[in-house]
C-alpha cells in the first residue's frame, strides 16, 4: 500500500494562510516539472514525441509558462483556451484543437494561431473550409464504436458525441486529399483515468494498424497519430502511479512492427494529456470552521464543491490528510461537506480520519487536474485562490480568490436602478 505525502507542514501552510486565506489550491511546482522530465525520458526514444497539455484540466498561464518550459505544448478545445496558450507564446503547431461542436469563430482564432486542427466530425470538412479556410495540415479524431470497451468517466465509445467512424475517416481524408490538404494527421480518446498501461498500447495499436490502412487506401501520409489523453493517477494510497515506461515501450513496440516494417512514413507521436501532468501536484487546502454531530459526524470546511467537485460530480475519491495529524490513528469516521446547499457538497463519505476540531487544516489531495477548472458560482460561493509552491519555497498566488464584485460584474447595475419592475 502506497502512502499520499505533502510536499508542505502544516507550519508552512499556516504561514502561507497567513498571507493568503483558505480555502485555496496550491501547485508544487517541482512535482510538475519531475512528472513532465519522467514522462519525456520514457518516450525519448519515441518518433518526434511531444506532449500536448489538456489546458482543460489546469487553466492557468503560469502552469502553462511551467510547461512550455519543460517543452510542452497545449492541447485547447475552445476560445479561452486558445487565448491562454497564446498568453505565454504557445503558438504554431505546439497548439493542438481538439474541440467538438465547434464554434466558427474558434476555428478562426485557431487558423490564425496556425493551431493543428484537430476535426470531430466529417460535416467539419466543408465547415472549416467555409470559415476559416482549409489549412495546410489536418488531424482528425476516430471513434472506434463498439468493437471497443470505454471505461467509467467516458462511457461506451459508441455512446459518445465524439469523432468519426471508421467509414467516415476513409472518406474524410479522401476529401481533404482531393480539397488539397498535404499533411495528415489521426488522433483518438478512448479512455480517462485509465489506470492500466496496456489500454493505451491497446489504442496505440488500434490507432497504428488503422494509420496503415488509411494510408494505403487513401494514398496519404500521415505526418502524426495522437494517442488522446486519459492517463490515470492514483487519486487513493492502494492504487499505483501509471508506469509511462512501460506506455512508452509497447507503443515503440507497435511503431516499429506496423510503421517501420511496413515502410510507410514514420508520423510523429503525440499525448494530450491533463490529469497525469498536474492532477497529483495540486492540494485543495480548507479549514475545519464545524464540527457537527447528528446522525452521523460531520467535518464542514470553508471550501465547497464549487472549489473542487469532482466527488459530487463522479463519486471520486479524494484523499484527505488532516495537517498535523498525519500520524495519528484514524478513530473517527466523518463525511467531509462544503457550505453548499447541495446535500451531495461532500468532500468525502464515511472516511475513516483522526479525531478533527473546530481550526483544523485538511488537505484534500489531487486537485490539480480538474479541481479550480470545473469551479462554478451556483449558490453565490465564490471561485478559491490558486497558489504556486516555487522550487525554491517561495509562494506566488498565480491567480486570488474571487470577491462578491467579481460575482455581480456581468450584471448591468446601472440598468437596475431605473429598470421598473
Ligand atoms: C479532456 C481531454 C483530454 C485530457 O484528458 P485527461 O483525462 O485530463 O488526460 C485530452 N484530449 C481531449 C480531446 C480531451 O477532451
Redesign the pocket.
Known amino acids: 500500500m502506497g502512502t499520499k505525502t505533502l510536499p508542505f507542514t502544516r507550519e508552512q501552510i499556516r504561514e502561507i494562510a497567513a498571507r493568503f486565506p483558505t480555502p485555496f489550491h496550491i501547485y508544487d511546482e517541482r512535482g510538475i516539472r519531475e512528472n513532465a522530465r519522467r514522462l519525456q525520458a520514457a518516450f525519448g526514444n519515441v518518433h518526434g514525441f511531444k506532449e ?1 497539455f ?1 489546458v ?2 489546469l487553466p492557468n498561464p503560469f502552469v502553462l509558462k511551467i510547461l512550455k518550459d519543460e517543452g510542452f505544448g497545449a ?1 485547447c ?1 475552445s476560445l479561452a483556451e486558445l487565448l491562454l496558450a497564446e498568453m505565454v507564446g504557445i503558438t504554431g503547431e505546439q497548439i ?1 484543437f ?3 461542436d465547434t464554434p466558427a469563430v474558434e476555428y478562426q482564432k485557431a487558423r490564425e494561431l496556425g493551431a493543428i486542427i ?1 476535426l470531430d466530425d466529417v460535416s467539419h470538412i466543408p465547415f472549416l473550409e467555409r470559415h476559416a479556410g482549409l489549412p495546410d495540415l489536418v488531424c482528425c ?1 476516430y471513434n472506434p464504436g463498439p468493437t471497443r470497451v470505454g471505461n467509467l ?1 467516458i462511457g461506451h465509445p459508441e455512446e459518445a458525441k ?1 469523432g468519426f467512424t471508421r467509414e467516415q475517416l476513409f472518406a474524410g481524408y479522401r476529401t481533404l486529399k482531393e480539397k488539397g490538404v498535404q499533411r495528415f494527421g489521426l ?1 483518438t ?1 478512448v ?4 489506470l492500466d498501461y496496456r489500454y493505451f498500447i491497446e489504442t496505440a495499436v488500434m490507432l497504428l494498424e488503422l494509420l496503415v490502412d488509411l494510408s494505403r487506401a487513401v494514398g496519404i501520409d500521415f505526418d502524426l497519430i ?1 494517442l ?5 493517477i492514483p487519486y487513493t494510497p492502494e492504487q499505483a502511479p501509471v508506469p509511462y515506461d512501460r506506455i512508452a515501450e509497447g507503443v515503440q513496440h507497435a511503431y516499429e512492427d506496423l510503421i517501420t516494417q511496413n515502410g510507410l512514413h514514420p508520423p510523429r507521436v503525440l ?7 498536474t ?1 497529483p501536484y495540486g492540494y485543495l487546502v480548507a479549514e475545519v470552521l464545524h464540527v457537527k454531530h447528528t446522525y452521523k459526524d460531520f467535518v464542514g470546511l470553508d471550501a465547497s464543491m464549487a472549489d473542487l467537485m469532482r466527488p459530487a460530480l463522479y463519486g471520486a475519491y479524494h484523499h484527505v490528510t488532516v495537517l498535523g495529524k498525519e500520524d495519528q490513528p484514524c478513530t473517527h469516521i466523518y463525511d467531509v461537506t462544503g457550505s453548499l446547499c447541495e446535500n451531495n457538497d461532500k468532500f468525502a463519505i464515511d472516511r475513516p480520519l483522526p479525531e478533527i476540531e473546530v481550526g483544523d487544516i485538511v488537505a484534500i489531495h489531487d486537485s490539480g ?2 479541481g479550480h477548472a470545473m469551479g462554478f458560482n451556483y449558490n453565490g460561493k465564490l471561485r478559491s485562490a490558486e497558489l504556486l509552491l516555487r522550487e525554491n519555497g517561495e509562494v506566488v498566488q498565480i491567480r486570488r480568490a474571487e470577491t462578491p464584485d467579481d460575482y455581480f460584474r456581468t450584471l448591468d447595475l446601472e440598468a437596475l436602478e431605473t429598470f421598473a419592475p
Not at 488522446?228 to 490515470?232: D, K, M, N
Not at 499525448?271 to 501532468?277: M, N, Q, S, T
Open positions: 500536448y489538456a482543460k484540466a492541447d478545445s493542438m481538439s474541440s467538438n484537430n479524431r468517466i465524439y488522433h480518446m479512455a480517462s483515468n485509465e495522437n488522446g489523453g486519459g492517463i490515470g499525448l494530450e494529456c491533463g490529469r497525469a501532468i492532477g487536474a480538474h
